[in-house]
């Protein structure tokens, strides 16, 4: 592994763990110390490069696939908004303003059970990987996202806000 190529994978490390809010000494605690503070942070400047079995332990840890702690090539970047990623507006039953976004409470989602909840697993972990973002507790819907998110929960586009409401997945700030 190139001394370039050891930083880029140390600046994926440094922010997935941000995006969890973790400091190292947090990751270095809630790992019973299987990733020291001061190696994961050698890790992240690029000045110790990590193993691919370390590495598939540490994205267990982070609840994110392996691949999101590679940097990627060249190519096209998913995280980067376009015209058509506007936030969805709903007026519904529940009371939503229509310019509420649709916002998923992720954690919540984690005690939801049955083939539904599988299947809104697997397509919020895919808009996640897209989007590279790995925060784990919120996930807010773009209207691009909304027609596939409908057809899981078995309703309409505008039936998609009260079906989340009751399955109480909406996030309520």
């Known amino acids: 592994m190139t001394q370039e190529y050891s930083k880029r994978v140390g600046e994926r490390l440094r922010a997935i763990r941000r995006q969890k809010r973790l400091s190292l000494q947090e990751v270095e605690a809630a790992s019973t110390q299987e990733f020291k503070a001061s190696v994961l ?58 310019s509420d976004p649709i916002t998923i409470d992720l954690t919540r989602l984690e005690s939801l059970s049955g083939p539904e909840a599988g299947m809104l697993n697997r397509y919020l972990t895919m808009i996640q990987v897209q989007r590279q973002d790995f925060n784990g507790r919120v996930l807010t819907i773009r209207s691009n996202d909304l027609q596939a998110l409908a057809a899981i929960l078995g309703t309409g586009v505008d039936g998609a806000g009260p079906r989340l409401d009751s399955l109480g997945l909406s996030f309520q700030p």
């Open 41 to 98: 942070g050698a890790y992240e400047r690029g000045e110790r490069a990590i193993s691919v079995p370390r590495l598939q332990r540490l994205a267990r840890f982070y609840n994110v696939p392996v691949d999101q702690l590679l940097p990627t090539d060249a190519g096209p970047s998913f995280g980067i908004a376009t015209s058509g990623d506007s936030v969805i507006d709903l007026t519904d039953a529940s009371g939503r303003r229509e």
